[in-house]
């Protein structure tokens, strides 16, 4: 048996924690939410765990540690986990990928049928008392295009397939081929976006935010996008040049947008989001899910079993990349 002790950056009065002390009864646990609490057992710490402490926390606490041998990022974004220290560190990083994505993938589905059945006519139809008959789409027969293909972009397209719908995905290693993944119909290298984009129905934005995807879908993207397209971003804001987006909502340059996720969450007060007819706004929080905290804190406890028997870890970072 091991002999570790796990620090773990969170509130104490966070309920999820009694599943980690149940699960792991013989490990020294140590929750808290200043660097204070975590000097007496900084240095003999082999595991930082990152629940939901700040970023400042996170960097001091790190530099506290010296014997490390994993830390763990309950987060899948990680634009705000990856500070240089670590960055260069030799300890090995994992995030919270695939925990959320089926949320995710039902939350994208969902927008393409908000857009495609015109529920927002049917609502506000209904609460002004009119009965007025309208046309609808099919969403069977029509493309979607996924920016980022990677656990949340097969969620997402397992879903959409299951409707009947087309396929393309970008992702940074495309087969020259098409695609060897049997739910994709072709991929492509992000530098060839602008050839994938005019054939998509609905684009799908599942990207992490890293310097090679802040502001891929700018102005380019957004004219070579079909007038009719629907943008549907549950990667990272920032991927999404969000001035550019405005411009092409107002002028109904694409027919609608649905978003999770923003470069300013909250999103402010004004913002012409929150008045745009053609927009469908959820508060960054498309996968919270019942049970989304307790499957986040259950992987943990998976990935330190697999850690504490010496098997590969899962959802490995790649720092230099950063996903």
């Given at each position: 048996?091991?002999?570790?002790?796990?620090?773990?950056l969170?509130?104490p009065?966070?309920?999820?924690?009694?599943?980690?002390?149940?699960?792991?009864?013989?490990v020294?646990?140590?929750?808290?939410?200043?660097?204070?609490?975590?000097?007496?057992?900084?240095?003999?710490?082999?595991v930082?765990?990152?629940?939901?402490?700040p970023?400042?926390?996170?960097?001091?606490?790190?530099?506290?540690?010296?014997?490390?041998?994993?830390?763990?990022?309950?987060?899948?974004g990680?634009?705000?986990?990856?500070?240089?220290?670590?960055?260069?560190?030799p300890?090995?990083?994992?995030?919270?990928?695939?925990?959320f994505?089926?949320?995710?993938?039902?939350?994208?589905?969902?927008a393409?049928?908000?857009?495609?059945?015109d529920?927002?006519?049917?609502?506000?139809?209904?609460?002004?008392?009119v009965?007025?008959a309208?046309?609808?789409?099919?969403?069977?027969?029509?493309?979607?295009?996924?920016?980022?293909?990677g656990?949340?972009?097969?969620?997402?397209?397992?879903?959409v397939?299951?409707?009947?719908?087309?396929?393309?995905?970008?992702?940074?290693?495309a087969?020259?081929?098409?695609?060897?993944?049997?739910?994709?119909?072709?991929?492509?290298?992000?530098e060839?976006?602008?050839e994938?984009?005019?054939?998509?129905d609905y684009?799908?934005?599942?990207?992490?935010?890293?310097?090679?995807?802040?502001?891929?879908?700018?102005?380019?993207?957004f004219?070579?996008?079909?007038?009719?397209?629907v943008v549907?971003?549950v990667?990272?804001?920032?991927?999404?040049?969000?001035?550019?987006?405005?411009?092409?909502?107002?002028?109904?340059?694409?027919?609608g947008?649905?978003?999770?996720?923003?470069?300013?969450?909250?999103l402010p007060?004004?913002?012409?989001?929150?008045?745009l007819?053609n927009?469908?706004?959820?508060?960054?929080?498309?996968?919270?899910?019942?049970?989304?905290?307790?499957n986040?804190?259950?992987?943990?406890?998976?990935?330190?079993q697999?850690?504490?028997?010496?098997?590969?870890?899962?959802?490995?970072?790649?720092?230099?990349?950063?996903?």
């Open positions: 048996m091991r002999n570790d002790t796990i620090l773990v969170a509130n009065d966070e309920p999820q924690l009694a599943m980690l002390r149940q699960q792991l009864v013989e020294r646990i140590v929750v808290g939410n200043s660097a204070v609490v975590f000097e007496q057992d900084a240095a003999r710490a082999t930082l765990f990152n629940w939901s402490g970023l400042a926390l996170f960097k001091t606490v790190f530099g506290m540690c010296p014997h490390l041998l994993w830390v763990h990022s309950r987060s899948v990680l634009e705000r986990t990856l500070f240089p220290e670590l960055k260069e560190s300890v090995p990083l994992t995030n919270g990928v695939g925990v994505s089926a949320s995710l993938g039902e939350f994208a589905l969902g393409i049928l908000y857009f495609a059945k529920f927002r006519r049917m609502i506000r139809n209904q609460m002004a008392g009965w007025e309208f046309d609808v789409s099919w969403v069977s027969g029509q493309t979607v295009g996924i920016i980022g293909y656990d949340i972009g097969r969620a997402v397209a397992a879903r397939r299951a409707m009947g719908m087309t396929v393309l995905a970008v992702k940074r290693h087969s020259p081929l098409g695609s060897a993944d049997e739910l994709v119909e072709q991929t492509y290298a992000p060839h976006r602008l994938m984009l005019p054939r998509c684009v799908v934005v599942a990207a992490p935010l890293t310097s090679e995807t802040l502001g891929m879908i700018g102005e380019a993207e004219a070579a996008m079909k007038r009719s397209a549907i971003n990667g990272r804001g920032p991927v999404i040049y969000e001035q550019a987006m405005v411009r092409a909502l107002s002028s109904g340059r694409i027919k947008a649905a978003l999770d996720v923003f470069d300013h969450e909250p007060t004004g913002h012409p989001f929150y008045k007819e927009v469908l706004l959820s508060p960054h929080c498309a996968d919270h899910t019942p049970d989304w905290l307790d986040a804190m259950q992987f943990f406890i998976e990935q330190y697999r850690f504490q028997s010496g098997e590969p870890l899962r959802n490995l970072v790649d720092k230099k990349l950063g996903y």
